[in-house]
């Protein structure tokens, strides 16, 4: 009875047991410290989720956590405090071969133009989970994939792409690439501007930068081609631009324009035809030139006989005549000829006379006078002539015979300027003058003909007086004259430098005080001359102020 009660607890108490252990299983976590795809080489820290009492991993071990190298299902079965046990769902580890292989060759556009849109690919590899793309700068475009769509600035440089996945990256592959530009414009256009018709012209530019081909373009009419920097072409009748313009495969540059002008038209009558300095020998005549005349022609005539002797010069605006003859009479004409050598414009001229004047004077002392001096001019020129004196004190003549009284005493530059009848201008000064004078006496010069120089006063110191000399309003002659010369009705004659007669009266031995007032100033000559029939004459000069 006992051993049939103690079957039957321990049978109840297996029966606990067992029943116990059916009903507290538990489900464990593995927990990896990271990815589950490993290098090749490296290792991974597999852990259990919590504290249990044992662990039996699918390697063996039965420690908490485990480190794995190699590729694989893991599981680990745990057993609790409470005897509770439980196998994790399985952990799947991959393990890589490694960084990606260095990829193919880049294929692409190696010589892009500026500003195109391209596209540069690799080939694609298995092992990479990406690829990184480097550009020239300015380039735009971005790319985690094995091919880039770009936008192409203007520096050339290198692509470089490397491909790579958890365990690294591949070596770089580059590919060098020129970037292409469009040509800018070209420089000027060298080349006649202003052509004839008929003619066969050359045009040219300096090369240009990246150009690989030329394109000209010329007035209607012209012809001529060419695809390099320079073009020979035939001109027609019609104006107009000449152009170029340099391309490449990535296009063309803007035009570089030439206008050209075919003349076929008359040239302007040159304006301004004067003549300038003239000599005994030679004449200047002057012209205003224009910017578009070649040549001149000049052509000169003595004496209006239309004997014409032609001078072709260079576009200037001057020409000197040499082996002229004095005193001839000459006619000047001047033409313009265009550029292509025709003389297209009517005819300008202007006549000149070969004029060499000139003009000087001698000063000297009157014998009879003190302090009086005379002044006689010698003139070359074509009358009638002008003049100016300018005696050096500031002040001036401009008749032919003045008189003048100096002031002061002082060193004088007296000048005589004269104009003649043809615009020869002479001027001559004489600076060897002092002048002297003292409290009572005055220095009186006057200007008399060359003719009157030949006036010679007979002795009449003991027959005649005349005073004062200068005289202003009264001139007094006091005669004490010779039977000779007192018989018959002595007649007193005076006249002025010119020879025109200004007074006349009968004179005897009394004075005679004659009223000046009204004369004009100068140089006068007196004259006593006897009724005879061969007469005699006392003759002598005074001066009116």
Known sequence: MKKTL???????????????????????????????????GDSLQLNGDSAYVSYLWSTGETTSYIYVTTAGNYTVYVTDGSG???TSAVTVITVDQGPPQQIGGISGNITPCQGSTQTYVVAN?????????????????FSTSSSITVTIGANSGTIAVFDGNACGNSAANTLAVTVINVPPQSGSITGPINVCPGTVQTYSVASVNNATSYSWSLPNGWSGSSTTNTITVTVDSTSGDVSIVSSNSCGASPATILYVTVDTGTQQIPAGLATGTITSSTAVVTWIPDSVTTNYELRISPDSLNTWTTYVITPSSTYTFTGLTTATHYDVCIAAYNQCGNITSAWDC????????????????????????????TLTGIPPFTYLWSWGDTTYDTIPYPSHTYADSGFYTICLTVTDSAGCVSTYCDS??????NANSMYYINVIPNIMTAVKTVDAKNVISVYPNPATNTLTINSQLSSRLNRDNSQLIITDVTGRE????????????????????????????????????????????
Not at 125 to 141: E, K, N, Q
Not at 355 to 377: P, V
Not at 432 to 437: A, K, S, T
Not at 503 to 530: C, F, L, M, P
Request: hydrophobic letters at 40%.
């Open 350 to 377: 202007i006549s000149f006379i070969d004029d060499q004047c000139s003009a000087s004077f001698n000063l000297f002392a009157d014998t009879t006078i003190l302090h009086h001096y005379f002044i006689t001019d």
């Open 84 to 86: 509770c046990t439980g």
């Open 502 to 545: 200004v007074y006349h009266q009968a004179i005897n031995n009394t004075q005679s005080a004659i009223d000046i007032s009204t004369w004009s100033k100068g140089v006068y000559i007196y004259e006593i001359r006897s009724g005879l029939q061969t007469p005699a004459s006392i003759r002598g000069k005074f001066v009116k102020e």
């Open 432 to 437: 060897n003058y002092h002048i002297m004078r």
């Open 125 to 141: 590899d298995t092992t990479a989970t990406s690829y990184t793309w480097t550009l020239p700068g300015g380039w735009t475009g």
């Open 6 to 40: 103690l079957t039957l607890i321990i049978l109840i108490m297996v029966a606990m047991a067992y029943n116990a252990s059916a009903q507290c299983t538990i489900t464990p976590v593995i927990i990896p410290s990271g990815s589950t795809t490993i290098c090749q």
